[in-house]
């Protein structure tokens, strides 16, 4: 398996911004389709936004305006770009990378998640 490894967490104020990056741990062939999820503290984890290879997206209500998702498939990374942040957007942020690797097969797995936390 190919691990996604995410960056770009970090604590920021209401109405700010971050960049998170999800990139792949080594060489693959290239992305096939990604997911951002996120867990806040003793809630389920919950679907944020997806883009699959052939760069559609689709967002969650609760992110539509305000986040978008795209990928640089040269670096092999996902990216979530969080603007008008809220505290309820506060939780950790997990990628969900479907890759195709080197040598024809495929590696679908999660990373290890990146803390986003916004305070009021």
């Known amino acids: 398996q190919v691990q996604p490894v995410e960056s770009g967490g970090g604590l920021v104020q209401a109405g700010g911004s971050l960049r998170l990056s999800c990139a792949a741990s080594?060489?693959?062939?290239?992305?096939?389709?990604a997911a951002w999820y996120r867990q806040a503290p003793g809630k389920q984890r919950e679907f944020v936004a997806i883009?699959?290879?052939?760069?559609?997206?689709n967002y969650a209500e609760s992110v539509k305006g305000r986040f978008s998702i795209s990928a640089d498939n040269a670096k092999n990374t996902v990216y979530l770009q969080m603007n008008s942040l809220k505290p309820e957007d506060t939780a950790v942020y997990y990628c969900?990378?479907?890759?195709?690797?080197?040598?024809?097969?495929?590696?679908?797995?999660w990373g290890q998640g990146t803390q986003v936390t916004v305070s009021s």
């Open positions: 969900n990378a479907n890759y195709f690797t080197i040598g024809g097969g495929k590696s679908d797995s």
């Open positions: 883009i699959s290879s052939g760069g559609s997206t």
């Open positions: 080594r060489s693959i062939f290239r992305i096939n389709f």
